[in-house]
């Protein structure tokens, strides 16, 4: 059995525990920013195609222990390299730490970088060449303060760039974030789904696929394709049955307005790309002024958050609106509020049933769920 870490967007690990069981992963194990997991080499092509929430999947090829850079090198000068790749395959080396005693994490990559160039030139007389920018193959090592572990990724670019988004608004969500915030919403497909400040429409995109069966890497290539153990024909076989299983692409009960119509525009073009324009229903609107589209459902939404201090005024005064119009418009609904901005729960004057920690990239949001019941939502002020 083989190792493996996804990583994904700290919150959502357990959901990607829960994702991984249901490929086939074996011991698996979530921790802060990612799950452990262990199978074979196939399940690493089929996390990579379906995972919905991973960022990456690494492959575990060593841990051991250290006490010093010379023991780093010789640990990895140890590893048959030459199994894995050849030497015309560019590489990079990136090394992250906890609690480490070692001062330099730029000498450490050094070194790793050496000890794999150094092994793979005495075997066969060439050594690969380094590109920081876009490498054949990523080697990337963490350091705790004992403990020494080097990855090969097996991803490439970020299982996010899922290739079906053409342009972003200002602050874009992440597409296996969008996804994560879909499935910690509890939502299914079939269940209506709305986005009412859709922006660039990441979330009713990730809402279509994952209601029509579409696996999120379909149509892009990994890493593990340059690795000399990939297995074409297995890899074919797995595309050819994830195609086959799609559903057809029929209109679906997932709803998107926005204000503004250039943000509509990008999310019909990015929604034209997946070929999915006509199973998402589009619509321009102010969010303080729609109807529910069905008796109950499921709002989900990432609204804009204030950077400059005017922005921020406008803010303080939409949000109580915003709570209003909830509370009139979508009794019997639940709604998901992904915000950085961490006076909207004072603001929005509803009283969140439940305030999830998630990061966007390097932002820090909570995920608000606030139930929709007429009457009796707002916050009770104290009896003086």
Same mark, same amino acid.
Request: hydrophobic share 45%.
């Given at each position: 059995m083989e190792r493996f870490f996804a990583t994904c967007p700290r919150g959502l690990e357990l959901i990607l525990a829960g994702e991984l069981r249901l490929l086939g992963a074996e011991k698996v194990h979530a921790v802060g920013g990612g799950v452990h997991f262990g199978g074979d080499i196939l399940l690493c092509y089929r996390a990579n195609l379906a995972s919905r929430v991973a960022s990456r999947?690494?492959?575990?090829?060593?841990?051991?222990?250290y006490r010093d850079e010379d023991d780093i090198y010789r640990r990895a000068y140890a590893l048959p390299w030459t199994?894995?790749?050849?030497?015309?395959?560019?590489?990079?080396?990136?090394v992250t730490a906890t609690k480490s005693p070692l001062t330099s994490l730029n000498f450490v990559t050094l070194k790793i970088k050496d000890?794999?160039?150094?092994?793979?030139?005495r075997l066969t007389g060439r050594r690969p060449s380094v590109d920081t920018h876009q490498p054949n193959i990523s080697i990337q090592a963490h350091l705790t303060d004992r403990d020494f572990t080097l990855y090969l990724d097996t991803t490439g670019e970020p299982l996010f760039k899922r290739g079906?988004?053409?342009?972003?608004?200002?602050a874009p969500l992440r597409e296996n974030l969008a996804a994560g915030i879909l499935r910690l919403a509890g939502w299914e497909p079939g269940i209506p789904v709305l986005d009412p400040m859709c922006g660039s429409g990441t979330i009713l995109l990730e809402a279509a696929l994952m209601a029509l069966d579409i696996a999120p890497g379909l149509g892009r290539h990994f890493a593990f394709e340059k690795f000399k153990n990939f297995d074409g024909r297995r890899w074919r076989e797995l595309l050819q049955r994830s195609q086959a299983q799609q559903r057809p692409k029929t209109p679906l /009960?997932?709803?998107?307005?926005?204000?503004? !119509?250039?943000?509509?525009?990008?999310?019909?073009?990015?929604l034209a790309v997946a070929g999915l324009e006509r199973a998402v229903n589009l619509k321009q609107a102010n969010v303080l002024e729609i109807s529910a589209p069905a008796k109950e459902g499921i709002i989900v939404t990432n609204p804009p958050y204030g950077v400059r201090l005017g922005e921020q005024r406008e803010l303080a005064e939409f949000y109580p609106k915003l709570g209003d119009a909830l509370k009139k418009n979508f009794a019997g609904w639940r709604a998901y509020i992904l915000s950085a901005d961490m006076r909207l729960p004072k603001l929005i004057r509803l009283a969140a049933s439940k305030r999830?920690?998630?990061?966007?990239?390097?932002?820090?949001?909570?995920?608000?769920?606030?139930?929709?019941? /007429?009457?009796?939502?707002?916050?009770?002020? !104290?009896e003086a």
């Open positions: 999947i690494l492959w575990q090829v060593s841990t051991d222990r199994d894995w790749f050849d030497a015309a395959r560019t590489i990079r080396v990136d000890a794999v160039c150094d092994k793979i030139r079906k988004r053409i342009a972003a608004g200002e /009960a997932i709803y998107g307005s926005d204000l503004s !119509a250039d943000a509509l525009k990008t999310a019909r073009a990015n999830t920690p998630l990061f966007n990239g390097a932002l820090e949001c909570r995920l608000f769920e606030y139930k929709m019941v /007429a009457g009796g939502m707002r916050k009770k002020k !104290a």
